[in-house]
């Protein structure tokens, strides 16, 4: 896979909801917000419904795709619940993702090995609705290897570790860590699963990811709703785009 090839950004508007729920009203609109976001260039939005509702709400989602031209990406978990809210919302795609209602974020991939004969009847089911099928997982070949034989089309790998290493300031970690994404994306793509990646991913850390031929995708969204409190939303995400265009032409890493 040649290394010029275009990369996507997926923006994630969660935390924009976050702001909005803190006073109860109904400003900031993160549809607003996804509108935004597209105009700056974005190339999909991602929204997570969580179970108790903490940020994006069932009107969100329904909102969102109505109202955007853009892919939507409905990241939940795998429930009975979310899996009839996906099929009615009927989104571009599905991101599967373990949840635990304590955590602040998401903690960690999907143990897709562990849990082969739940979930790969509950991807069936999306994909017969036409719902492209994301699992979020972690950078290991028997995760990758589980997500392909479930029958997902496409995983998204978990940088958390790769972020902590580089918020740590730690070389040797930080060298390991990124070798297991080029690994993982690199086996996934040999299996036929397109590669997204995401979680942690910052304007200091996102080209080393970025320039990994493999990855076609990265959803970002705490950073830049973040980012977006000094220098505007459009500007936060301008600014990534380059960043990860600059890492997929100029040959880095």
Same mark, same amino acid.
């Given at each position: 896979?040649? =290394?010029?090839?275009?990369?996507?950004? $997926?923006?994630?508007? +969660?935390?924009?909801?976050?702001?909005?729920?803190?006073?109860?009203?109904?400003?900031?609109?993160?549809?607003?917000?996804?509108?935004?976001?597209?105009?700056?260039? =974005?190339d999909?939005?991602t929204?997570? %419904?969580? #179970?108790?509702?903490?940020?994006?709400?069932? +009107?969100?989602?329904?909102? &969102?795709?109505?109202?955007?031209?853009?892919?939507?990406?409905?990241?939940?978990?795998?429930?009975?619940?979310? *899996?009839q809210? @996906?099929i009615?919302?009927?989104?571009?795609?599905? @991101?599967?993702?373990?949840?635990?209602?304590? #955590?602040?974020?998401?903690?960690?991939?999907?143990?897709?090995?562990?849990?082969?004969?739940? &979930?790969?009847?509950?991807?069936?089911?999306?994909?017969?609705?036409?719902?492209?099928v994301? *699992?979020?997982?972690d950078?290991?070949?028997?995760?990758?290897?589980?997500?392909?034989?479930?029958?997902?089309?496409?995983? #998204?790998?978990?940088? $958390?570790?790769?972020? #902590?290493?580089?918020?740590?300031?730690?070389?040797?970690?930080?060298?390991a860590?990124?070798?297991?994404?080029?690994?993982?994306?690199? *086996?996934?793509?040999?299996?036929?699963?397109?590669?997204?990646?995401?979680?942690?991913?910052?304007?200091?850390?996102?080209?080393?990811v970025?320039?990994?031929?493999?990855?076609?995708?990265?959803?970002?969204?705490?950073? &830049?709703?973040?980012?977006?409190?000094?220098? $505007?939303?459009?500007?936060?995400?301008?600014?990534?785009?380059?960043?990860?265009? +600059?890492?997929?032409?100029?040959? %880095?890493?």
């Open positions: 896979m040649s =290394a010029n090839k275009p990369i996507r950004l $997926g923006v994630n508007i +969660d935390h924009v909801a976050t702001i909005r729920n803190a006073r109860g009203g109904p400003h900031p609109d993160p549809v607003r917000a996804a509108h935004l976001v597209a105009s700056a260039g =974005a999909g939005i929204a997570h %419904l969580r #179970e108790d509702r903490r940020h994006i709400r069932d +009107d969100d989602m329904r909102r &969102l795709k109505a109202e955007i031209g853009l892919p939507l990406n409905f990241e939940m978990a795998a429930t009975a619940e979310m *899996l809210l @996906c009615d919302v009927a989104p571009h795609a599905c @991101c599967l993702v373990p949840e635990n209602r304590n #955590e602040r974020t998401t903690e960690g991939g999907l143990n897709v090995a562990g849990q082969h004969h739940y &979930l790969a009847p509950f991807i069936r089911e999306l994909s017969e609705a036409n719902i492209r994301s *699992l979020f997982v950078p290991e070949a028997e995760q990758i290897e589980a997500a392909k034989g479930a029958g997902a089309s496409v995983i #998204e790998i978990h940088t $958390g570790a790769y972020y #902590e290493a580089t918020a740590a300031t730690e070389p040797a970690l930080y060298k860590e990124l070798e297991k994404i080029r690994s993982a994306a690199t *086996l996934a793509d040999k299996l036929g699963l397109e590669v997204h990646a995401g979680h942690g991913l910052t304007f200091l850390n996102v080209q080393p970025a320039a990994i031929p493999e990855i076609v995708e990265l959803n970002i969204g705490h950073f &830049l709703v973040g980012e977006a409190v000094f220098m $505007g939303l459009a500007g936060s995400v301008k600014e990534m785009r380059r960043l990860m265009q +600059d890492a997929r032409t100029g040959g %880095l890493y």
